[in-house]
Nanobody
């Protein structure tokens, strides 16, 4: 079984920083794109940032210039550095791997989510 486990969420004041981590575990032959999504109360889940195996990145307009996504392929880990946090960044943040090659084939995997709360 392939798991994605997030860490690093918490409570921070507006203007502060947090770093999220997401580590993949299990029998993994390869991981394609990885990304971070978030879901605020009463809203749909939205894309925050993605990163390819060759380190190409994309960001939601709302986080450009403040958030940085990175990955360590050897550690099967993706990170999200969040700076200049705003109250509107408050959400549950989910890690995603869109195609994980494992025993039995390839599949998409989601983490369980980590809560980020930004106080004003």
């Amino acid at each position: 079984q392939v798991l994605l486990v997030e860490s690093g969420g918490g409570l921070v004041q507006a203007g502060g920083s947090l770093r999220l981590s997401c580590a993949a575990s299990g029998i993994i032959y390869s991981i394609n794109n990885m990304g971070w999504y978030r879901q605020a109360p009463g809203k749909q889940r939205e894309l925050v940032a993605t990163i390819t195996t060759r380190y190409s990145t994309t960001y939601a307009d709302s986080v450009k210039g403040r958030f940085t996504i990175s990955r360590d392929n050897a550690k099967k880990t993706v990170y999200l550095q969040m700076n200049s946090l705003k109250p509107e960044d408050t959400a549950v943040y989910y890690c995603n791997a869109d195609r994980v090659l494992t025993v039995g084939g390839a599949r998409e995997v989601w983490g369980q989510g980590t809560l980020v709360t930004v106080s004003s």
